[in-house]
């Protein structure tokens, strides 16, 4: 596999429920983000994460929990989520934080009910 | 005032022509701005950086950066359907961890 892998792809999840996207990356680089995408919204960054360091966390409710266990793997979990958290969640990375180009995964495209 | 701001469109252009597409920033210290297309349901895929003023071309695309103005855009000659896309303009903060500031996107559609 190459560059920025994402799974699940699709998740609909219930309010009570527990999930959790996975982000891998390929490339060897050292950054990698979160960011949630609504419709008619700009990217919204989420978090950023520098070698396993979270480096950034804009105000992001408590039910959307990071980890980042080693540079190459991103995760975020879920619960209790809200039907507004609906939305497409993308991971990207960058080969350091100040590194300003960064490469999109597929995304997880979430539905809670 | 958004930090990076972009006609939501949708812009629709003939098959064939230029389309032009504008991207206004608010933070005078960006120095890095990028475009980047994303296809209905997919993610985005960079495809122009710019640094300088003036022009970069990119085969039938062409960056343009005026700092003064704070303006940057991007055209796309020869327009195919197959550009038909969001076009996401990207601008660095200079500041804090969150290097990329994304605008809303411009939704470009090229008919036959």
């Known amino acids: 596999e190459t560059g920025v892998t994402q799974t699940p792809r699709h998740l609909v999840m219930g309010m009570t429920n527990k999930k959790s996207l996975k982000c891998e990356q390929h490339?060897?680089?050292?950054?990698m983000y979160w960011y949630k995408q609504s419709a008619k919204k700009p990217l919204e960054l989420m978090f950023v994460?520098?070698?396993?360091?979270?480096?950034e966390n804009n105000s992001v409710p408590s039910r959307f929990s990071p980890e980042c266990p080693n540079s190459s793997h991103l995760f975020l979990h879920l619960h209790t989520l809200q039907p507004e958290d609906s939305a497409l969640y993308l991971c990207?990375?960058?080969?350091?934080?100040?590194?300003?180009?960064?490469?999109f995964g597929p995304g997880t495209r979430l539905l809670v009910l | 005032q958004k930090e990076v701001e972009q006609n939501s469109g949708p812009l629709s252009v003939p098959e064939g022509a230029i389309a032009s597409l504008n991207c206004t920033y608010s933070d005078r210290g960006s120095q890095s701005f990028f475009w980047y297309r994303q296809y209905s349901g997919k993610s985005p895929e960079l495809i122009m950086s710019i640094y300088s003023n003036g022009d970069k071309e990119d085969g039938r695309f062409t960056a343009q950066l005026n700092k003064a103005s704070q303006y940057v855009s991007l055209l796309i000659r020869d327009s195919q359907p197959s550009d038909s896309a969001t076009y996401l303009c990207?601008?660095?903060?200079?500041?804090?961890?969150?290097?990329?500031?994304f605008g809303q996107g411009t939704r470009l559609t090229i008919n036959p």
């Open positions: 994460y520098s070698l396993e360091e979270r480096v």
């Open positions: 490339l060897g680089h050292n950054a």
């Open positions: 990207a990375s960058s080969q350091t934080v100040n590194q300003e180009t960064q490469y």
């Open positions: 990207a601008v660095n903060r200079p500041q804090g961890a969150q290097k990329l500031v």
